[in-house]
């Protein structure tokens, strides 16, 4: 088999195209929150220093 045949072969499998996407989508989750989490983190540290 040549590496075209394999990635066509799994895109064209709804269930793993299902998965993939639902990990991307836990991983920007989880990239946004852990931001939102030190940004909060940092502008209350600046807060109480004034």
Known sequence: M??????GEYL???VFVG??????A???FIY???R???TGFQE???KGQR
Not at 2 to 7: N, T
């Open 32 to 34: 946004l929150f852990v």
């Open 12 to 14: 064209g499998d709804p």
């Open 44 to 46: 209350g540290m600046q």
């Open 2 to 7: 040549q590496p075209i045949d394999i990635v």
């Open 36 to 38: 939102r989490t030190l």
């Open 19 to 24: 998965l993939l996407v639902a990990i991307l």
């Open 26 to 28: 836990f991983v920007f």
